[in-house]
Nanobody, 113 residues
Framework: QVQLVESGGGLVKPGESLLLSCVASGFDFSSYSMYWYRQPTGKERELVASITTGRSAQYSDSVVGRFTITRDNAKNTLYLHMNNLKPEDTAIYYC???????WGQGTQVTVSS
């Protein structure tokens, strides 16, 4: 079955960077578009970035120019490179496979001085 394991979150100061990873298993990773979502405490989950099988990427307005989504099909791993982090980026971050309702456990990102 689909499994997605996110990691790489932590506590950082504004302006710093983090690299999130999502290791996928249970499906042919290279054949599916993948997504990063985030959910701040008390708010709705929102789409942050997406990447197609052809590595075409799209971003929400709030992160464009600061975040980069990439994938390594040989390692079945999705990444989110986050630069110039802001306090409003604080949230639990989740990766998701297209055409699936499965959610992993997520990884907490906290940006605070």
């Amino acid at each position: 079955q689909v499994q997605l394991v996110e990691s790489g979150g932590g506590l950082v100061k504004p302006g710093e960077s983090l690299l999130l990873s999502c290791v996928a298993s249970g499906f042919d990773f290279s054949s599916y578009s993948m997504y990063w979502y985030r959910q701040p405490t008390g708010k709705e989950r929102e789409l942050v970035a997406s990447i197609t099988t052809g590595r075409s990427a799209q971003y929400s307005d709030s992160v464009v120019g600061r975040f980069t989504i990439t994938r390594d099909n040989a390692k079945n791993t999705l990444y989110l490179h986050m630069n110039n982090l802001k306090p409003e980026d604080t949230a639990i971050y989740y990766c998701k496979k297209s055409y699936s309702s499965y959610w992993g456990q997520g990884t907490q990102v906290t940006v605070s001085s």
